[in-house]
């Protein structure tokens, strides 16, 4: 066989060596991916998605059978309520009664106080609902209910095991509930829960409070001389 023709020989050998390599580099980048995506089950976040729903808030008052005023810190709770209601809905608030327990005469003493501090801190009288519940689960010390229903975000309930972990192990999959206990401390947080359908409307720029910070984050002041802005 002439030179030429052996070096062109091994030149196409070479090359569909080096295809051949790249071949098997790119089989095998395939193959990590497919296992990859083949160990990943479905996200989580599909499984246990946060959502917008009604839920009901509510708070319970603890009233002692002796008791014949709210105090201070039991007030400062209620106005608190109250302002959380303020910024989440409209709708009736409801003052539960207990009904059938030792304390139910204190708890009727101090309705109109617990009325007066939620009338004060913002929530129309109008919109006060007092309704009663059995309060022989709760023994002596049942509490004064207050309560709301407002737009939250919220998960389905945790704690679903539809298969057996001991059987299901060879794919390496999370199990179904992976994931819902924090979604549902996530959904938990959202102090408005509208900020998941999109971002608040910007408020304007106050130019005068622009101008200042730009003012002291150049370190002069020509009226006053040099600004020390201090940590």
């Not at 395939?30 to 959502?51: E, F, Q």
């Not at 101090?110 to 004060?120: F, G, P, Q």
């Not at 298969?163 to 794919?171: F, H, Q, S, Y």
Request: net charge neutral; proline share 6%.
């Amino acid at each position: 066989m002439p030179l030429s023709t052996s070096s062109a020989v091994m030149r196409c050998m070479g090359r569909v060596a080096m295809l051949a390599i790249a071949g098997i580099f790119l089989a095998s980048c395939g193959t990590k991916d497919n296992l990859a995506t083949g160990s990943i089950p479905d996200d989580y976040r599909t499984r246990h998605p946060i959502v917008l729903a009604e839920g009901e808030r509510a708070i319970d008052i603890p009233i002692a059978s002796g008791d014949r005023r709210l105090t201070q810190g039991t007030r400062d709770v209620i106005a608190g309520f109250a302002s959380d209601y303020h910024n989440s809905a409209s709708g009736v608030v409801q003052i539960m009664m207990p009904r059938g327990a030792a304390n139910s005469h204190a708890a009727q003493a101090m309705r109109r106080e617990i009325r007066s501090v939620l009338v004060a801190a913002g929530v129309p009288a109008k919109r006060l609902l007092e309704t009663s519940y059995d309060a022989g689960p709760y023994g002596d010390a049942a509490p004064i209910r207050l309560s709301y229903v407002a737009i939250t975000a919220q998960t389905a309930p945790c704690g679903t095991w539809p298969e057996d972990l001991n059987l299901n192990t060879m794919e390496n999959k999370n199990y179904y509930n992976f994931g819902c206990a924090s979604q549902s401390n996530l959904a938990a947080q959202i102090a408005n829960p509208t900020d998941l359908l999109g971002p608040r409307q910007t408020s304007p720029i106050d130019a005068e409070q622009r101008g200042q910070i730009i003012k002291d984050w150049r370190g002069t002041d020509k009226s006053d001389g040099p600004v020390v802005i201090f940590n």
